[in-house]
């Protein structure tokens, strides 16, 4: 592609991508389509010859949209949000226009030392502890996502009790309300699922301290070697916060590794008030949470802090001659490769900067205050509405609620919700029933927007009462 024609159809992509952003609410949030009838909107076998970037586009409005579940729009209220935003956006442009590959120091210096900088910017813009700063023995680095830093906080902890060598008597720790990814992860390090304890909850769904104890206690009487636990702080399924600081006494004085996992709740320590989600993080090894969730950074983008680098690094190191260079061996650099699987990398921490630059502390704590007022508010109406109960407490912006019909109703409402193309919200399991989740997050997502998907809520259920003989 020639560069005119390049900055032409770049203008046209970037016009593309705004006047989407600007109507993505009129669309139905959740793709409407069946298995298969994408592709089969779309050629069978490669183009032979160069086709036009007008045809490309068209395609693009005819047979790509009708299968995107709109995940910008502010009708979004399922699982949590993957929030993209104007200054994301434009950093990961820029970063594919420079289209670098930042394995080592020397392959793009700036790309290292920006990521080390924008991961120090957020201790401060989170208030976590000093231990997790590049200036230390700790540092942060960008990871794809939330699984992908567990792992490597769960295979650091492998290498700091027992290298690569037998592992049949360790055993990891998380709450029955942990994200699947625990469990990958310790598949993944060649655990079997049974070296996973999950330690039970107590009735607003965080791990229980005491049962923690117990676990512990008698995995050590039977000669096993405990080695890493997991605390979440904003649980998968209801929000949850795990008691950070408890749980850290439990294993005071044995080395079992601490990992805590804020994917989502931790974006909230922009605003001070909401820094109770930090409550133990200065007795973790190490803690992660996703910029792509709730800090307006387009995926893929998770931030790893660890208390001390050395043991991740010892972890994932293999240097082959053809990566040796002066830089690395001089001691002097960070070489990012070596603290997660994959040897290349992208230039994330651009779209980060472009983020925590254009909005600002200010900007960012505004924007998630307001998330969680608005949530707030819907949990107020959801408690004075006898038509519905709260399923779990509500510390941010996640609210889980049922109709009191039963678990059919709920079933029935979620569906008829989410077929509207209205709104989309998800589900869960809580104490046994079937729960609705609505997460209040959405980058573009304002008040007339929880207003309408209120009122919505009410209705259908109300329809789809007056339909169930005895209900
Ligand atoms: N941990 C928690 C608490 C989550 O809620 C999620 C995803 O929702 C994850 C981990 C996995 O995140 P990722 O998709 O970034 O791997």
């Given at each position: 592609?020639?560069?005119?024609?390049?900055?032409?159809?770049?203008?046209?992509?970037?016009?593309?991508?705004?006047?989407?952003?600007?109507?993505?609410?009129?669309?139905?949030?959740?793709?409407?389509?069946?298995?298969?009838?994408?592709?089969?909107?779309?050629?069978?076998?490669?183009?032979?010859?160069?086709?036009?970037?007008?045809?490309?586009?068209?395609?693009?409005?005819?047979?790509?949209?009708?299968?995107?579940?709109?995940?910008?729009?502010?009708?979004?209220?399922a699982?949590?949000q993957?929030?993209?935003?104007?200054?994301?956006?434009?950093?990961?442009?820029?970063?594919?226009?420079?289209?670098?590959?930042?394995?080592?120091?020397?392959?793009?210096?700036?790309?290292?030392?920006?990521?080390?900088?924008?991961?120090?910017?957020?201790v401060?813009?989170?208030?976590?502890?000093d231990?997790?700063?590049?200036?230390?023995a700790?540092?942060?680095v960008?990871?794809?996502?939330?699984?992908?830093?567990?792992?490597?906080?769960?295979?650091?902890?492998?290498?700091?009790?027992?290298?690569?060598?037998?592992?049949?008597?360790?055993?990891?720790?998380?709450?029955?309300?942990?994200?699947?990814?625990?469990?990958?992860?310790?598949?993944?390090?060649?655990?079997?699922?049974?070296?996973?304890?999950?330690?039970?909850?107590?009735?607003?769904?965080?791990?229980?301290?005491?049962?923690?104890?117990?676990?512990?206690?008698?995995?050590?009487?039977?000669?096993?070697?405990?080695?890493?636990?997991?605390?979440?702080?904003?649980?998968?399924?209801?929000?949850a916060?795990?008691?950070?600081?408890?749980?850290?006494?439990?294993?005071?004085?044995?080395?079992?590794?601490?990992?805590?996992?804020?994917?989502?709740?931790?974006?909230?320590?922009?605003?001070?008030?909401?820094?109770?989600?930090?409550?133990?993080?200065?007795?973790?090894?190490?803690?992660?949470?996703?910029?792509?969730?709730?800090?307006?950074?387009?995926?893929?983008?998770?931030?790893?802090?660890?208390?001390?680098?050395?043991p991740?690094?010892?972890?994932?190191?293999?240097?082959?001659?053809?990566?040796?260079?002066?830089?690395?061996?001089?001691?002097?650099?960070?070489?990012?490769?070596?603290?997660?699987?994959?040897?290349?990398?992208?230039?994330?921490s651009?779209?980060?900067?472009?983020?925590?630059?254009?909005?600002?502390?200010?900007?960012?704590?505004a924007?998630?205050?307001?998330?969680?007022?608005?949530?707030?508010?819907?949990?107020?109406?959801?408690?004075?509405?006898?038509?519905?109960?709260?399923?779990?407490?509500?510390?941010?912006?996640?609210?889980?609620?049922?109709?009191?019909?039963?678990?059919?109703?709920?079933?029935?409402?979620?569906?008829?919700?989410?077929?509207?193309?209205?709104?989309?919200?998800?589900?869960?399991?809580?104490?046994?029933?079937?729960?609705?989740?609505?997460?209040?997050?959405?980058?573009?997502?304002?008040?007339?927007?929880?207003?309408?998907?209120?009122?919505?809520?009410?209705?259908?259920?109300?329809?789809?009462?007056?339909?169930?003989?005895?209900?």
């Open positions: 592609m020639a560069p005119d024609e390049f900055r032409r159809r770049g203008h046209e992509a970037v016009e593309w991508v705004a006047r989407y952003l600007e109507t993505v609410e009129e669309r139905p949030v959740r793709a409407q389509v069946a298995p298969g009838e994408i592709r089969s909107l779309l050629a069978p076998t490669p183009p032979e010859h160069p086709e036009s970037f007008d045809d490309i586009f068209a395609d693009l409005d005819r047979a790509i949209l009708p299968g995107i579940t709109h995940w910008q729009s502010p009708n979004f209220f699982y949590f993957a929030n993209g935003s104007g200054p994301a956006i434009l950093g990961e442009l820029v970063a594919a226009g420079l289209g670098i590959q930042g394995m080592l120091w020397s392959t793009s210096p700036a790309a290292t030392e920006l990521e080390t900088l924008t991961g120090d910017w957020l401060d813009l989170l208030g976590l502890p231990r997790f700063r590049s200036t230390g700790g540092g942060s960008i990871q794809d996502g939330a699984s992908g830093a567990t792992l490597a906080a769960l295979l650091a902890a492998r290498e700091r009790v027992r290298g690569r060598e037998i592992l049949s008597d360790l055993v990891a720790y998380t709450s029955t309300e942990a994200h699947s990814s625990v469990l990958k992860g310790v598949r993944t390090a060649g655990l079997s699922d049974d070296q996973l304890r999950l330690v039970p909850t107590d009735t607003d769904h965080a791990m229980d301290p005491a049962a923690l104890a117990d676990m512990v206690a008698e995995d050590l009487q039977a000669g096993r070697r405990p080695f890493f636990l997991t605390a979440t702080v904003g649980s998968t399924s209801s929000h916060i795990d008691p950070v600081a408890a749980i850290a006494a439990v294993i005071d004085g044995t080395d079992v590794w601490l990992h805590v996992d804020g994917a989502h709740a931790g974006s909230a320590a922009v605003c001070p008030e909401f820094r109770f989600v930090n409550d133990g993080l200065d007795r973790a090894d190490s803690y992660c949470f996703d910029p792509h969730k709730w800090l307006f950074t387009n995926m893929e983008c998770d931030v790893l802090f660890v208390a001390d680098r050395a991740l690094i010892d972890a994932m190191s293999v240097t082959p001659e053809y990566l040796r260079n002066p830089a690395s061996e001089s001691g002097a650099v960070i070489d990012y490769r070596d603290w997660h699987l994959p040897l290349g990398r992208r230039f994330r651009l779209k980060l900067w472009f983020v925590l630059r254009h909005y600002g502390a200010e900007g960012l704590a924007t998630v205050r307001s998330h969680v007022a608005m949530t707030q508010d819907l949990a107020a109406w959801i408690d004075a509405d006898l038509r519905f109960e709260r399923a779990a407490v509500t510390p941010l912006n996640l609210v889980c609620f049922r109709h009191v019909g039963g678990d059919d109703v709920n079933q029935r409402l979620l569906d008829a919700l989410n077929d509207s193309g209205k709104l989309f919200l998800s589900h869960t399991r809580l104490d046994g029933l079937f729960t609705l989740r609505m997460s209040v997050g959405q980058t573009m997502i304002q008040q007339r927007h929880v207003d309408a998907a209120w009122a919505l809520i009410g209705e259908v259920a109300d329809e789809i009462v007056a339909a169930t003989p005895g209900a």
